[in-house]
Nanobody, 127 residues
């Protein structure tokens, strides 16, 4: 059965770092584009970062550029989001999502394009 499971969230002080993982089971991520999204209390879900099937193309929300890095290890069937210099406004539930892709460098940004979603992991940035 297709499943995505996020992990790595937690409580961190401003300026700290976390690495989120998204592990797939029941299918291989080799032919999927991946996106990371987040939703803060009282706010709508927003895109954070996305990566193409091959990992050769990436894109980031402006507010996280230079601080977050998305990567994938297809051999481990896992996608990562390294988050550095965390700010209180990064506090949210973070979700990973996957959608089948036929292009090695295709970036998919729209949340409605994604077919498979994880349950989310809580990230709290507070002093």
């Amino acid at each position: 059965q297709l499943q995505l499971v996020e992990s790595g969230g937690g409580l961190v002080q401003p300026g700290g770092s976390l690495r989120l993982s998204c592990a797939a089971s029941g299918f291989t991520l080799d032919y999927y584009a991946i996106g990371w999204f987040r939703q803060a209390p009282g706010k709508e879900r927003e895109g954070v970062s996305c990566i193409s099937m091959s990992g050769g193309s990436t894109k980031y929300k402006d507010s996280v550029k230079g601080r977050f890095t998305i990567s994938r290890d297809n051999a481990k069937n896992t996608v990562y989001l390294q988050m550095n210099s965390l700010k209180p406004e990064d506090t949210a539930i973070y979700y990973c999502a996957a959608v089948r892709s036929n292009s090695s460098y295709e970036i998919i940004e729209a949340s409605y394009e994604y077919h498979y979603w994880g349950q989310g992991t809580q990230v709290t940035v507070s002093s």
